[in-house]
């Protein structure tokens, strides 16, 4: 998997640890970023805290690399993703939608809920499923990170309302 980005907190070695163990478990090499610092300053409401404004600033850093330098697309995990090695392995030798906007991998932050039932076909996505790990397509960068930029609202939200408008992304599961 080219171009993959995973944002991890180099003081969090409790969780880098667990995050080596699964990276070598699916045979995956990503390039490490540091989150954006948190913004004390920043009020935090009841939908939207300081570690999500981290997220999504870290996000937008990410995004404008990839259009910087004309990547295709990228893949952007959160150093708590657990994989099922045999339904991963099926999703990277299967057949990839050739036009979307972004494929969520069905992986959570939980252990117990580790990428789940018939990985190795896509299907179309109405809403977000999970932002832990996603693949985005060139064809959304400008828009994404334009979104990023003027809303301070979690990731979720703002690739949902995308998903839904533009109707082509995809969730595998």
Same mark, same amino acid.
């Given at each position: 998997?080219? $171009? +993959?980005?995973?944002?991890?907190?180099?003081?969090?070695?409790?969780?880098?640890?667990?995050?080596?163990?699964?990276?070598?478990?699916?045979?995956? /090499?990503? /390039?490490?970023?540091?989150?954006?610092?948190?913004?004390?300053?920043?009020?935090?409401?009841?939908?939207?805290?300081?570690?999500?404004?981290?997220?999504?600033?870290?996000?937008?850093?990410?995004?404008?690399?990839?259009?910087?330098? $004309?990547?295709?697309?990228?893949?952007?995990?959160?150093?708590?993703?657990?994989?099922? /090695?045999?339904?991963?392995? +099926?999703?990277?030798?299967?057949?990839?939608?050739?036009?979307?906007?972004?494929?969520? +991998?069905?992986?959570?932050?939980?252990? /117990?809920?580790?990428?789940?039932?018939?990985?190795?076909?896509?299907?179309?996505?109405?809403?977000?499923?999970?932002?832990?790990?996603?693949?985005?397509? $060139?064809?959304?960068?400008?828009?994404?990170?334009?979104?990023?930029k003027e809303n301070? +609202?979690?990731?979720?939200?703002?690739?949902?309302?995308?998903?839904?408008?533009?109707?082509?992304?995809?969730?595998?599961?």
């Open positions: 998997m080219d $171009n +993959l980005f995973c944002i991890h907190r180099e003081q969090d070695v409790e969780r880098y640890n667990n995050l080596v163990l699964e990276l070598d478990s699916v045979d995956l /090499k990503p /390039k490490f970023i540091e989150p954006e610092p948190i913004d004390y300053f920043l009020e935090e409401t009841k939908m939207f805290n300081r570690n999500m404004d981290s997220l999504r600033r870290t996000t937008i850093k990410i995004i404008q690399h990839a259009i910087d330098n $004309n990547l295709e697309s990228i893949s952007i995990m959160e150093d708590d993703c657990y994989f099922d /090695k045999l339904k991963f392995d +099926l999703f990277l030798g299967s057949e990839k939608p050739k036009e979307f906007s972004f494929i969520h +991998l069905a992986c959570s932050g939980s252990p /117990k809920l580790k990428i789940e039932p018939t990985i190795g076909s896509c299907h179309k996505l109405g809403s977000t499923y999970s932002c832990q790990f996603y693949i985005i397509h $060139n064809s959304i960068f400008e828009t994404y990170i334009a979104m990023l301070k +609202l979690p990731i979720d939200v703002i690739t949902s309302y995308l998903h839904y408008k533009r109707n082509d992304s995809y969730l595998v599961q």
